[in-house]
């Protein structure tokens, strides 16, 4: 899959600035390529992490993104609460997320917050409807923590690496 | 009281389907400011509800089962604060209709206070005060919460439910420390208090509802370990708790004499997680000593034993099938139960001192707050069942069990 990844870029530059100068073979051979990076893309959605413009930090460990995402750990470094909010668990931003850059996968997830949540030892993050939401929400709670699918234009969020 | 579980189920039941619709996109929206504001300042309400359908071949399971019985409901309701990142709050009432074991009283879950001493992404050092839930196994914290079970009914060698509260939860406190490295996260409590009781456990270790009581003895000592890999595919955990119970005789029409039963209840846990399999296993042993009821009692010392294999297998995120094989017995000493039969005078059946059985089972996940089960077991054996429900003299060996469950939660 990461194979996938990294050459969808390249192949869909190449598709669209030199199809003139190509035959129709070629085009045809660069029609099925595309075609098949078309089925296997899913994967290669990007996704964003998003926190409040208030968070200062540049950068998350994974093992703090998880943290933070399980709602195990409940505070920013700079003692702020921490908000987090995600889309419903079959929403195809939301699984890719959770697998790519939490390396978990969303059925993981929802068990742990289950588990918190029923038990009485945690919580679970709040459910938004859209990404529209998600960046709306995020841009105007203080310590949120969210994830879209790309780089905000919104300047009152940021994204975060995650390593 | 069973009016009142039937009343709040139905009403959850067809109150959340159509809340699953519109729930998520309330939850933050504009037109509902009070419930985002609460949200955001930490505070939390959750909720279940379930209505589960059993029909056996034989023997009774969770009411009159041979004739089909919808005689198993529960209803849950949970609260949570977090007041500071030092302090949370949190608590559940349940109430649950269970054939002849329960009678749907609601009852308090859990109700504590977490004081945090040390938070870093390292490391958590906390303690618990309250009613608790032991930390045993892979599921006895939220045992009576459909959408965390594996199948309708959890795998009864290991999570008895005609003696839940062998397990259930204890009053008392319990320290909670995890300590995260590079190759995976430790998680540790250790804690005491009083077992919390209930009729049933006296119905198990006595084989009727004496004129006497039984009831917690002492402290019952908890502790688990566990370990994760960072990515949470492989969990392993050991255990356990060991409680004392008493049985205070009901003077002289009493058959028994004044007793008391010691137990220790140990867990081997074992979970592995791909993206479309679980794999899960258990191994349990349950060494209990009676002592001092007088000569009725026939039993001294027994070693109980359970384990299970399951696997689930998610066809879509929204559909999971599951097959386990278990394995039970009143003691380990004596497998086929004929020397404990032989002590109750062939009262009891050898077979009620056994059980395996085999389950398949469908989880369909329509939406976040809905789910519908079924699922068939094939049990050689009635050690599973509980004496409430089944006098000895009318099991029958074999049986087959089909459950229907629908469960709703927000």
Known sequence: MAFFARTLPYAADQGTKGWRDLGPCRLFRLGVFGLFLALWSEPAQLQELIVHRDIPQPRLTQNEARLYFTLRLQNWPTGQRVKVFVLADDHELHRAFAKQVLGLFPYQLRSIWDRQVFSGTGQAPITVADEAEMLRVVATTPGAIGYLRSPPADPRVRSLEVQ | MSRLTHGLAWALLAFVPS???????????????????????????????????????????????????????????????????????AGQVISRQAGDMYDGTPSLDYGLIDLSLVKTADQDLGVRL???????????????????????????????????????????????????????TYALVLGGGQAVTDENLEWVFLGGDGPGKLGPHGLSLIGSLWYATPDERLRLGLSGVDSTFSYEAGGPEDSYTSGQTHTTYLILSAQYNTELWTFSSEYARLPMQYRDYGPYLPYSDLDGEGYYFQAAYRFRPDLEGLLRYEEGFTDRGGRDGQALSDQTGGYVPPFDFYAHAWTAGLTWTPNAHVMLRAQYSRTNGTYTLSVRENDPADLIKDWDLFALQIAVRF
């Open chain 2, 19 to 89: 809340l699953g619709v519109t729930f998520s996109s309330t939850t933050a929206a504009d037109d509902s400011p009070f419930w985002e504001k609460l949200q955001e300042k930490g505070f939390q309400i959750h909720g279940f509800a379930s209505l589960t359908g059993v029909k056996t071949s034989a023997n009774r399971f969770y009411g009159n089962s041979p004739d089909g019985s919808w005689d198993d409901i529960e209803v849950g309701l949970n609260v949570s604060y977090r007041f500071n990142p030092r302090v949370f709050v």
């Open chain 2, 130 to 184: 309250g009613r608790l839930k032991n930390p045993l196994g892979l599921y006895n914290e939220t045992r009576d919460v459909p959408f965390t079970r594996p199948s309708i009914f959890l795998p009864q060698v290991v999570y008895f439910d005609k003696a839940r509260n062998l397990l259930l939860s204890t009053d008392g406190l319990m320290l909670h420390g995890e300590q995260a490295t590079a190759h995976g």
